[in-house]
């Protein structure tokens, strides 16, 4: 049961603001804003978690595409219940606006009070399936132009090359009609991956792990059954085995999952006998399947790191980063942050010879370096190109000695990164089949894949 729910946007602009029950004093959004903007735990600044207290209030919030969406409620409620719900507002939003940005939140706002009427009953959640609120909501969505988002936005994650490809955010209602009125028959299946991956100082692997999910948005008439299949050689569980047979054991190259889940939609009828997932997808978009591995496999960046002493006032830090993928793939949106000892007063950059486009920076207020890598004549990401190899030098100046302890106060070196059409678990969808209803239906399918850094660091 939650008493009020809001959204804001980055400058704590009450964009969309509903309030059940009346038990939170109607000031909470800016409450919450304030509290998140200037975070403090312990003297010290730094981002807010997602669950806290403020004067016997509970605030629950999710950043979903620069948005945060916000539940409050005096009670004690399961916290992972009204994160998952806040997280399924946000799809239910975003599958009947097609863009989910302050933008089409402000020009579709009408639409968007009637969804959360049907979703949220004085408090209580009803549904939050998009097929089910099509039959109770009536108002046709204002389409946001695609073309006037960001570079960085959704669907630039798929921008490889010159080429881009439709985003794995889909930029179409799944109510609206195509110009003109028909509708464009297509499914759109990502397999998106995020790396979990902690190496030492030298480039050793210490810990490693794939967070995967495979995501399905369906724009088919008449709801058809789809077939998709992946690696034969699919395992599930650390000893290799399959969801019933408990004594089969993982080849040599075998594709081994941790652990796996399905939606409701999902048949596993023939999945143990051939890798075959068979379902009839809803509208909206939703995880067909998330899985987990912890198993070895060769991670898509080498990062190592060096930190020396140059004198009682003075040390180097160097960051080699190579990628270890095929030259034909190019990692988008590439940065590599190091937090620095407290007492750092400068830091000068020094980039190897041919590097273009590249950007430092010495983040006064944070103690923390910055570096964007960027491949020549490449201006729209940061980006570097498979194979290559990169190397930063920086030269810290310090306001008091650091009497040994410069390891122990910086680091350690973490990396974002995007890279399309790439994953590191070798899962693969085999194909992707459609139930035909005529010898002349023929939908457009699209399967994308994406490898994503969740928390990709080197110890120094």
């Not at 939140?105 to 089910?132: A, C, H, M, P, W």
């Not at 048949?267 to 009839?280: A, E, P």
């Not at 810290?396 to 990396?415: C, D």
């Amino acid at each position: 049961m939650i008493s009020q729910f809001f959204v804001l946007s980055q400058r704590g602009d009450n964009i969309v603001f509903r309030d059940y029950r009346g038990e939170v004093p109607k000031g909470s959004a800016e409450i919450f804003f304030r509290k998140v903007k200037f975070w403090k735990e312990d003297g010290e600044e730094g981002d807010a978690p997602p669950i806290f207290n403020v004067d016997g209030v509970n605030y629950f919030h999710v950043k979903v595409a620069g948005l945060l969406f916000v539940a409050t409620t005096r009670v004690n409620l399961s916290p992972s219940l009204v994160l998952e719900l806040l997280q399924r507002i946000a799809r239910v939003i975003k599958d009947y606006l097609g863009i989910l940005n302050e933008d089409s939140l402000r020009k579709n706002f009408v639409l968007v009070y009637e969804l959360l009427d049907e979703v949220i009953d004085f408090g209580y959640v009803q549904t939050t399936s998009t097929e089910v609120l099509k039959s109770y909501v009536f108002n046709e969505p204002i389409v946001i132009d695609a073309a006037r988002m960001p570079s960085l936005g959704p669907a630039a994650i798929f921008m490889q090359g010159n080429k881009r490809m439709p985003g794995t955010a889909v930029t179409k209602s799944v109510v609206a009609n195509e110009p003109g009125g028909r509708k464009r028959e297509e499914i759109f299946v990502d397999i998106i991956e995020r790396l979990s991956v902690t190496f030492s100082s030298s480039g050793y692997i210490l810990t490693s792990e794939i967070d995967g999910t495979i995501q399905m948005k369906s724009y088919l008439t008449g709801n058809p059954e789809i077939r998709l299949a992946l690696n034969d050689d699919l395992s599930i569980g650390s000893s290799g085995r399959s969801l019933y047979d408990y004594s089969s054991s993982a080849g040599s190259g075998a594709v081994v999952l941790d652990d796996c889940n399905f939606h409701e939609s999902v048949h596993l009828d023939s999945f143990d006998i051939d890798r075959t997932l068979t379902l009839v997808p809803p509208d909206g978009e939703f995880p067909v399947m998330n899985y987990r591995i912890t198993q070895a496999f060769r991670p898509p960046f080498r990062i190592n790191t060096l930190i020396e002493e140059a004198g009682s006032l003075r040390a180097e830090v160097i960051i080699k980063v190579r990628a270890e993928f095929s030259s034909d793939i190019t990692a988008n949106t590439v940065v590599i942050q190091m937090p620095l000892p407290s007492y750092t007063t400068r830091v000068s950059f020094e980039l190897e010879p041919g590097s273009v486009g590249n950007t430092t920076d010495f983040k006064e207020a944070s103690r923390r370096l910055e570096w964007g890598l960027k491949k020549a004549n490449y201006s729209l990401f940061f980006s570097i190109v498979g194979g290559s190899e990169h190397t930063l030098r920086a030269k810290l100046t310090f306001s008091q000695e650091s009497h040994g302890n410069i390891t122990r106060e910086a680091g350690p070196v973490s990396m974002t990164f995007t890279i399309p059409m790439y994953n590191a678990s070798r899962l693969q969808v085999k194909y992707l089949q459609i139930a035909k209803k005529s010898k002349a239906y023929n939908p457009y399918r699209w399967v994308r894949y994406v490898t994503q850094a969740n928390s990709y660091v080197a110890r120094i």
